[in-house]
T-cell receptor, first 109, second 115 residues
Framework: QKEVEQNSGPLSVPEGAIASLNCTYS??????FFWYRQYSGKSPELIMF????GDKEDGRFTAQLNKASQYVSLLIRDSQPSDSATYLC?????????FGQGTTLQVKP | DTGVSQDPRHKITKRGQNVTFRCDPI?????LYWYRQTLGQGPEFLTY????????KSRLLSDRFSAERPKGSFSTLEIQRTEQGDSAMYLC?????????????FGEGSWLTVV
């Protein structure tokens, strides 16, 4: 079992819709969770992080954490074509980030 | 631009040659990471430093790979006797101290093509 698992997609949503990206992790001791966005050929850029159970909102993005179920999700409201990218979920394990393989999101105009 | 600089950005080398990548982290950041990423995969952890001390090295990393951070500032990643399977993007990242509460910033990456 991989430490961090994501559905590779692609996830396709129409412009203006809500995109929902999910991630599960195996280590119950994980404390910090991150979502990065990566455009093709570019390096990952941080969208947001979350530590506590519940929701955390930042603009059009909402991260949700459920430690009991060991999943993290990212909601993107009012999706735009510019949101088309790969979204990487990552958790901290012994001081380092462990990434999932990423979910490709396609937002169709 | 996150403030993490990597050089060179692109490198094409022949199989069997040695290559070295350099990373300059954000100046006050004492923790520095190296990752490798291939097409369709998430970044794979290679190694990380706290100041000049190398705290962890991935067991997946062969002994052809070595990293240094001699003065706790910039870091180098050397790959000896390159193989075609080493072709990837090599990412450097840095953060300040403990990672809880501190953002980890990535550089723009160094692309390696082994021919």
């Amino acid at each position: 079992q991989k430490e961090v698992e994501q559905n590779s997609g692609p996830l396709s949503v129409p412009e203006g819709a809500i995109a929902s990206l999910n991630c599960t992790y195996s280590d119950r001791g994980s404390q910090s969770f991150f979502w990065y966005r990566q455009y093709s050929g570019k390096s990952p850029e941080l969208i947001m992080f979350i530590y506590s159970n519940g929701d955390k909102e930042d603009g059009r993005f909402t991260a949700q954490l459920n430690k009991a179920s060991q999943y993290v999700s990212l909601l993107i409201r009012d999706s735009q074509p510019s949101d088309s990218a790969t979204y990487l979920c990552a958790v901290i394990n012994t001081g380092k980030l462990i990434f999932g393989q990423g979910t490709t999101l396609q937002v169709k105009p | 631009d996150t403030g993490v600089s990597q050089d060179p950005r692109h490198k094409i080398t022949k199989r069997g040659q040695n290559v070295t990548f350099r990373c300059d982290p954000i100046s006050e950041h004492n923790r520095l990471y190296w990752y490798r990423q291939t097409l369709g995969q998430g970044p794979e952890f290679l190694t990380y430093f706290q100041n000049e001390a190398q705290l962890e090295k991935s067991r997946l990393l062969s002994d052809r790979f070595s990293a240094e951070r001699p003065k706790g500032s910039f870091s180098t990643l050397e790959i000896q006797r390159t193989e075609q399977g080493d072709s990837a993007m090599y990412l450097c990242a840095s953060t300040l101290g403990g990672t809880r509460g501190n953002t980890i910033y990535f550089g723009e990456g160094s692309w390696l093509t082994v021919v």
